[in-house]
């Protein structure tokens, strides 16, 4: 199993960037979540985003991009986006995208952005925001 993160960059306050996580060495049928996180420097690791296809594709936002980010897969490309604007400083980070094959339904949000609820993981991109 293998993750690649695209797409990071400098931005501007205010400006847009797309992440992409290309997934090879699996079927992307086999996945049952997707999600991203982040991490600032001398902070720990934060659950944005997932998409969860045990419940359908439901997606799941953390209250700080709620709104602004949004997750999308592409299965014929093996592909997961992380579509962020009206970016803000605070976005700065290392984002990095991670998949299980685990199941899960109806643990609700802050349970679907846990780290550790994650098994296969990207090296990251760096993303930054200037103001």
């Known amino acids: 199993v293998q993750l690649v993160e695209s797409g990071g960059g400098l931005a501007q306050a205010g400006g847009s960037l797309r992440l992409s996580c290309t997934g090879s060495g699996f079927s992307f049928d086999d996945v049952n979540s997707f999600a991203w996180f982040r991490q600032a420097p001398g902070k720990a690791r934060e659950g944005i985003s997932a998409i969860n296809n045990s419940e359908g594709g439901r997606r799941y936002y953390a209250d700080p991009v709620k709104g602004r980010f949004t997750i999308s897969a592409d299965d014929a490309k093996n592909t997961v986006y992380l579509d962020m604007t009206t970016l803000k400083p605070d976005d700065t980070a290392v984002y990095f995208c991670?998949?299980?094959?685990?199941?899960?339904?109806?643990?609700?949000?802050?349970?679907?952005?846990?780290?550790?609820?994650?098994?296969?993981w990207g090296q990251g991109t760096q993303v930054t925001v200037s103001s």
């Open positions: 991670a998949i299980t094959f685990n199941v899960y339904i109806a643990i609700g949000r802050q349970a679907m952005i846990q780290p550790g609820r994650y098994h296969h």
